[in-house]
């Protein structure tokens, strides 16, 4: 969204963020800034949005919510080995 289109339309920018959208703001064709609903993102998370790997969280909590999901622990296993055992019974 240009910076123009903000500055008139800034009621609808916040009701948009205050639903979970983020707005890019751009001049000219340049991104300038970025409006986020009011929620802590971690460095991490703000690595992949930018990326366009994962859409930002709109649950309650935001990215301090999902960062705090513990990762599985334990030996890592090949998940094409699994699939391959599936595919195997179905023989």
Known sequence: MGVREVTRNTSEVFERTSRGETIVVTNRGKVVGIITPPQAYSPQL?????????????LPGGSEALLSIQAPT?????SAAD?????GDRL
């Open 83 to 87: 699939l391959d055992d599936i595919r």
């Open 74 to 78: 334990g030996d890592l296993r090949d």
């Open 46 to 58: 703000r690595g992949l949005i930018a990326q366009g790997a994962v859409l930002p969280p709109q």
